[in-house]
């Protein structure tokens, strides 16, 4: 089964830095675009950051300048690094990529499990 793993979440202090990664594993023909979202409590899930494959990073207004999106094609790697955090990065950020299995002809999104970050003031 086609898996995504997330890692690299933690607390840090305003104006720090994560890097958050996404490995996909399993019966895979093709990974097309990767993508991260976030989710803060009880607000609804918003797209972040997003890498179609071959092309060129779309950030959210509020993380440009400070996200990069970025990818290990060899390895169907996906790292989010976050700079100068605010608070109001807080949340839980999710994996998610386009992926066609070898078994099917064709595409589905899947999601890693997620990883929690949290910026203190």
């Known amino acids: 089964q086609v898996q995504l793993v997330e890692s690299g979440g933690g607390l840090v202090q305003s104006g720090g830095s994560l890097r958050l990664s996404c490995a996909a594993s399993g019966s895979i023909r093709r990974v097309n675009a990767m993508r991260w979202y976030r989710q803060a409590p009880g607000n609804q899930r918003e797209l972040v950051a997003a890498?179609?494959?071959?092309?060129?990073?779309n950030y959210a207004d509020s993380v440009k300048g400070r996200f990069t999106i970025s990818r290990d094609y060899a390895n169907n790697t996906v790292y989010l690094q976050m700079n100068s955090l605010k608070p109001e990065d807080t949340a839980v950020y999710y994996c998610n990529a386009e992926i066609r299995p070898r078994e099917n002809w064709r595409a589905y999104n899947y999601w890693g499990q997620g990883t929690q970050v949290t910026v203190s003031s």
């Open positions: 890498l179609p494959s071959g092309g060129r990073p």
